[in-house]
């Protein structure tokens, strides 16, 4: 089991930045850590990912450029760093863990940070 927690949401105005945090525990063996986001009325979608061995990347086209994600393995914490937020990446992120790839197959997920941008 992997045990999965997100911390950094809050509320920000639009132009501003956040870093979401997620740090994991218990049998920490997977191959990717992605974060996911779910917007009211919506459904859940890919936001970025990255491999916990060589740190290779992916990211939605909706946040390219603006969203960085991260790790450190010592810590087997994960980052999104998240500038230039716009009203529309008002949602619960959730950061996950998996080993199938980047966009789907993920076993195990966290609690969910509320993230809410202001115009």
């Known amino acids: 089991q992997v045990q999965l927690v997100e911390s950094g949401g809050g509320l920000v105005q639009a132009g501003g930045s956040l870093r979401l945090s997620c740090a994991a525990s218990?049998?920490?063996?997977?191959?990717?850590m992605g974060w996911f986001r779910q917007a009211p009325g919506k459904e859940r979608e890919f936001v970025a990912a990255i491999r916990w061995t060589g740190g290779s990347t992916n990211y939605a086209n909706s946040v390219k450029g603006r969203f960085t994600i991260s790790r450190d393995n010592a810590k087997n914490t994960v980052y999104l760093q998240m500038n230039s937020l716009t009203p529309e990446d008002t949602a619960v992120y959730y950061c996950a863990a998996g080993s199938t790839n980047y966009h789907y197959g993920y076993a195990y997920w966290g609690q969910g940070t509320q993230v809410t941008v202001s115009s």
């Open positions: 218990g049998r920490t063996f997977t191959i990717y």
